[in-house]
């Protein structure tokens, strides 16, 4: 037997490899003892008795099912001839097959080959002892995982099959004659034989012969191998067959198609190739999924949230936008433009509308005629901005619309305006609110028309008429022209005003007053009636009243101080009061005529001539040296001893051109510069005083203005 083991084997000639493949699992050789399987290009035996040697023929690999769609595997069979090996005598040596020179089937890669070794041809024996021989079963090796396969050829690019070598397509290769299989099923009582046999011995063909126990093992062992392949094979296939149950036809009632070895597309056996992910390759690829779902689900929530606000912006409506309403002295105004913004979603997102309506200022038609007009905004809780430029461009107001209220023009003219009306978000209390701005641009004049007031429509001889002119824009004073003598105007607590001497001669009736002030004139009528007047006559002139101090006879000192222009009003606090605390004696009252030698028909009818006119008061005291006080506030202009009949003379300066004169003082406790007030100690009296109470140059009855009986200076 060892003598068998030996001998050399025929080494097949190489198929031509058209790709490298994975070793698969050999198909079970024959027996060395075992007569091979009939074939159409078996070669008949030598006719000299010895076998012809022939190169081994390269196991095939069954060639896969073509199919135009999906190559279907099919779950490869071991032949019956592998399973069991028919003994052949021991002097007889089995011829193998030539292998085909030029078969145009791809050889499969090339398997482990098996050590056969040249043995001679032993003596024939009976076929009886053939049938009764154990057979050994090939123990196949531990299939590898398949090689890709090669791309199945068009079905109409098949190469015939040759003379020598049938058709891989119609005969499975390892298929075994019926003679085979009869001695597969003679052989199942030969007794077991110990001892183990090695994988590589069990593939070889050998012509040992082993025992019944040792047969059995081997086939038992050569079973477990063969179900462990079919095992693999199909977990390998299963993926391939249930993806080609839907293309691949079902095969049609019949016997059942010859087994064929497991085909694998060259993808799938890429796929096999490729190397399993690492771990941190693995957490990269899931990381990567998980990065595309929330990339598509933030996508599907953006689409989302897309739509609704497009559907909330075209809701902001300009009817969202808010109403302003601003009226100016009266005046509604249009704007000229505005900018608002409509929430969408909340204070984030917001719709414009913005516009410019009129890019130069609206021209207001009627003139502003009050020096403080009003700009009234509303809904009012809007922040507001005005500005109000003249027409050089110089600003004289810029602030809110509430600070405006008080503001007073100096001067009429033409005058710009810009008014900014503001909703923000941190003055808004909903933060949601129409957010934004609206101007108006406007263009007024300021004709402001001053007030002009006639206090005393009518008023009598020796009493004072006043005129009052309101605020005036322009820092000119007004101006007054008539017949009556006046100071002209001084500045009163609302505008101004001027106060008219009546003379104790005026003429009585209507006279016409002229009044300018901001370039308007207005005539006024004031009505003078004639004054009671007493008169005396005198037989000499001895008995004139001593002394007499005439309009035309003031002293030149007191002249000059008439003619200065009054300061302030000072006797709007108190008025005036007679300048003695007791009661005193009056021989001579304003306008008072004294006459001497007058007929006695010129005294019945008060007419004649010669006579002397008082325009002042003379005061005689009921003691002598009584002390005299301040009738009214004022400044003293003048306070000396002139001498003569004037004796010590003082002015005092009321204000507005009214003056006090008082003359035949004995003593002065005041001085000139001074100012006094109402009440205080002005000096001593003599034995008769002279008082004297003028404006401008113009005497007035003193006694109507210490009695409050003069109305004209009511007003201030």
């Not at 032949?79 to 085909?100: G, L, S, V």
């Not at 004649?608 to 009921?622: A, C, E, L, Q």
């Not at 009296?685 to 009855?701: H, K, Q, W, Y």
Request: aromatic share 6%; proline share 10%.
């Amino acid at each position: 037997m060892e003598e068998d083991k030996k001998s050399t084997a025929v080494q097949p000639e190489e198929a031509p490899k058209p790709k490298p493949r994975r070793r698969k699992a050999a198909s079970p050789q024959p027996a060395a003892d075992t007569p091979p399987a009939p074939t159409d290009s078996a070669e008949p035996p030598a006719a000299d008795g010895q076998t012809t040697k022939k190169p081994a023929a390269s196991p095939k690999k069954p060639r896969a099912q073509k199919n135009t769609k999906t190559t279907k595997t099919v779950k490869p069979k071991t032949p019956k001839a592998a399973k069991t090996a028919k003994k052949a005598p021991a002097d007889e040596t089995p011829e193998r097959k030539a292998p085909a020179q030029e078969s145009p089937v791809p050889a499969a890669p090339e398997l482990a080959e098996p050590k056969s070794e040249s043995k001679p041809e032993p003596p024939e024996t009976p076929a009886r002892e053939d049938a009764a021989a154990p057979t050994v079963p090939d123990v196949p090796s531990t299939p590898e995982p398949p090689e890709p396969a090669e791309r199945a050829e068009p079905a109409g690019t098949e190469p015939e099959p040759t003379a020598d070598a049938p058709a891989a397509d119609d005969t499975p290769a390892a298929e075994a004659p019926p003679e085979a299989a009869a001695a597969d099923t003679a052989v199942t009582d030969t007794p077991e034989q110990t001892g183990d046999v090695p994988t590589e011995d069990a593939a070889e063909p050998s012509g040992l012969v082993f025992s019944d126990d040792l047969a059995n093992d081997k086939a038992l062992a050569a079973e477990a191998a063969r179900m462990a392949n079919i095992s693999r094979t199909a977990q390998l296939s299963i993926a391939q067959i249930m993806a080609g149950l839907e293309e691949n036809p079902a095969p049609s009632s019949g016997p059942a198609p010859a087994p064929e070895a497991p085909q694998h597309d060259s993808a799938d056996d890429d796929e096999d190739d490729e190397p399993q992910d690492t771990i941190p390759q693995a957490l990269g690829r899931g990381v990567f999924g998980m990065f595309k779902w929330l990339l598509l689900v933030v996508l599907f929530v953006l689409i989302i949230a897309g739509g609704g606000v497009a559907w909330l912006y075209r809701s902001a409506t300009p009817d969202m936008l808010p109403e302003v309403k601003v009226t100016f002295d009266g005046q509604e105004l249009a704007p000229t433009a505005y900018k608002w913004h409509v929430p969408v979603v909340g204070s984030f997102f917001r719709r414009t509308y913005a516009e410019t309506l009129n890019s130069s200022p609206v021209v207001l038609e009627d003139a502003i005629s009050d020096a403080s007009p009003d700009i009234i905004v509303t809904p009012s809780d809007y922040s507001t901005q005005l500005t109000i430029t003249d027409a050089d461009k110089e600003t004289v107001y810029e602030g809110s619309v509430t600070g405006f209220r008080s503001y007073l023009f100096a001067e009429n003219g033409t005058f710009d305006a810009k008014l900014v009306v503001t909703a923000s978000d941190s003055a808004a209390e909903d933060r949601s609110s129409v957010t934004g701005t609206e101007t108006w641009q406007f263009r007024f004049t300021v004709g402001i028309k001053p007030s002009v007031t006639l206090c005393t429509p009518t008023v009598q001889q020796g009493s004072v008429a006043a005129v009052r002119v309101g605020s005036t824009m322009s820092r000119t004073e007004p101006t007054l022209t008539g017949p009556l003598e006046s100071t002209g105007f001084v500045r009163a607590a609302n505008g101004w005003i001027c106060y008219l001497p009546i003379p104790w001669n005026a003429e009585t009736g209507n006279t016409e007053l002229t009044v300018t002030a901001d370039g308007y004139t207005e005539t006024l009528t004031l009505s003078v009636r004639a004054a009671s007047y007493s008169y005396k006559d005198y037989s000499a002139k001895s008995q004139l009243t001593s002394p007499y101090i005439g309009a035309d006879d003031a002293p030149d000192a007191v002249r000059r101080l008439l003619t200065n222009d009054g300061g302030e009003i000072q006797w709007a606090v108190g008025g005036f009061v007679q300048p003695f605390l007791d009661s005193f004696d009056t021989p001579l009252l304003y306008g008072m005529t004294e006459y001497v030698g007058r007929s006695y028909s010129e005294r019945s009818t008060n007419y004649g001539y010669g006579g002397r006119t008082s325009t002042n008061v003379v005061i005689r005291p009921k003691k002598s040296k009584d002390s005299m006080i301040v009738p009214a506030s004022g400044h003293v202009l003048l306070a000396e001893d002139l001498g003569g009949s004037y004796g010590c003379t003082v002015v005092i300066d009321h204000g507005a051109g009214l003056r006090s004169i008082f003359y035949g003082l004995t003593a002065l406790d005041v001085e000139a510069g001074d100012d006094v007030k109402q009440g205080q100690l002005l000096g001593t009296s003599g034995r008769t005083v002279v008082a004297e109470l003028r404006i401008g140059t113009v005497p007035i009855n003193p006694l109507l203005v210490w009695r409050g009986q003069c109305d004209g200076l009511k007003y201030y």
